[in-house]
């Protein structure tokens, strides 16, 4: 089985700086494709960034010159560095990973989240 864990949530200012982590471990064989995404009460979970196994990365708009995604393959994590952050950015923020857990098996797995709140 694969587990992602995820960490670095807590409370900040506007203005303020966190970096999420979240860590890999399991049945894996190559971490594929991994990402962070979000969720607001009341509201779908959205895209926040991805990066592939070679370093290649998506962002959504609105993270886009704010958020950072980067990830180490040999310690299997990847993180994300968040500036300037915003009270529209308080979230419970999830990590996601694609899978190779054997010769022809792929999975997709999520974290359980980490609270991100942005208030003064």
């Known amino acids: 089985q694969v587990q992602l864990a995820e960490s670095g949530g807590g409370l900040v200012q506007p203005g303020g700086s966190l970096r999420l982590s979240c860590a890999a471990s399991?049945?894996?064989?190559?971490?594929?494709?991994m990402g962070w995404y979000r969720q607001a009460p009341g509201k779908q979970r959205e895209l926040v960034a991805t990066?592939?196994?070679?370093?290649?990365?998506v962002y959504a708009d609105s993270m886009k010159g704010r958020f950072t995604i980067s990830r180490d393959n040999a310690k299997k994590m990847v993180y994300l560095q968040m500036n300037s952050l915003k009270p529209e950015d308080t979230a419970v923020y999830y990590c996601n990973a694609q899978v190779q857990t054997g010769i022809l098996a792929t999975s997709e797995h999520w974290g359980q989240g980490t609270q991100v709140t942005v208030s003064s």
């Open positions: 990066i592939t196994s070679r370093g290649s990365t």
């Open positions: 399991g049945s894996i064989f190559i971490l594929n494709d």
